[in-house]
């Protein structure tokens, strides 16, 4: 996979940011889609899908419960 990608769940990051997600989010998208940029005719089809992958992150961190860790991470924004 990508490896610009870092792990963004505890004990990894202590605070992981909006900004972190989306850059993991764009990552992952230009990875599958193979697209650095997309064409004009394609960008509101990359742009739907870093914003979906973002939110499922998210939720996914949001819900992620790390075994001696302190606290769940906290809502990103």
Do not use: W
């Amino acid at each position: 996979m990508c490896r610009s990608i870092k792990t963004l769940r505890e004990p990894y990051v202590p605070e992981v940011t909006r900004a972190d997600v989306e850059a993991a989010a764009l990552q992952y998208v230009r990875k599958i889609s193979g697209f650095r940029a997309p064409a004009a005719h394609n960008a509101a089809a990359f742009d739907a899908a870093v914003a979906a992958v973002a939110e499922a992150t998210a939720t996914l961190l949001d819900q992620l419960v790390v075994r001696g860790g302190g606290q769940q991470p906290a809502a990103r924004g």
